[in-house]
């Protein structure tokens, strides 16, 4: 990957992450951060869709991240968007007190499920209609999708528990939940916190907010 390269998918992701639309060239060209005209784009985005980082949903839209261009920008574009304090005060203190209170809390912040495991057998969840209203499940298909994946949700919660320590994204073969899913995980002491959500989400947030969840050594 040059590097115009790598700025470029890193624009299509952030774009991407907010919109859940193609982003196309004249977006970008249009935008302060490049320099370039709309047909070098295209020609650059070309270049990364025949790497495997983007794909083209339809002849005349933009393009949107393929699982390869998810798993190269958490591993080597993203950037980690830290709490603010009132939200990093609000976590230790749920994470001491309220774990489902905390589970709560992040769903408030990010639109997404979160999950806690007490124990591989003891799951907590909450969050699923936030999940739902993501625009992926405009899809019926992905509506189905995730609707098994949540029937297994705590077999597959189980299968993770004692696997991830620090803040840690699971995309693809990774993630126990399947490839039109993503989980960000942690541990702390002896229990499991997780988002739930599509592949298509604010990974930056989402690590920033499990930063500060995982200061706290001594869950009760």
């Known amino acids: 990957m040059t590097d115009r390269h790598d700025k470029l998918l890193k624009s299509i992701v952030d774009i991407y992450l907010k919109t859940a639309e193609p982003v196309g060239s004249k977006l970008l060209a249009d935008s302060e951060d490049f320099e370039l005209s709309p047909a070098t784009i295209r020609n650059e ?20 991240p393929t699982l390869a261009g998810y798993q190269y920008y958490v591993e080597s ?25 905390l589970a709560k809390f992040l ?5 997404l499920a979160v999950v806690v495991g007490f124990t591989p057998n003891d799951m907590y969840y909450t969050g699923l209609f936030n999940l ?3 625009p992926e499940f405009e ?3 992905m509506v ?20 991830i320590r620090e803040p840690r994204v699971l995309l693809g073969e990774q993630c126990p939940l399947g490839d039109n899913c993503a989980l960000v995980g942690a541990t702390v ?32």
């Open 45 to 64: 985005m070309a270049e990364l869709e025949a790497e495997g980082y983007i794909w083209q949903p339809h002849t005349s839209a933009g393009r949107v």
């Open 77 to 101: 574009l993203m950037e980690i968007k830290p709490a603010d304090s009132v939200e990093a005060k609000s976590i230790q203190q749920l994470a001491v007190k309220d774990l489902r209170g």
């Open 107 to 111: 769903v408030a912040k990010i639109n």
């Open 132 to 134: 739902f209203s993501q």
């Open 139 to 141: 899809d019926h298909r």
């Open 144 to 163: 189905l999708s995730m609707s098994q994946v949540v029937d297994s949700l705590e077999r597959a919660m189980g299968r993770i528990f004692y696997q």
């Open 189 to 220: 002491d002896t229990r499991f916190l997780a988002v739930l959500g599509p592949v298509r989400m604010d990974y930056g947030r989402i690590l920033g907010l499990f930063n500060e969840a995982v200061k706290t050594k001594d869950y009760v």
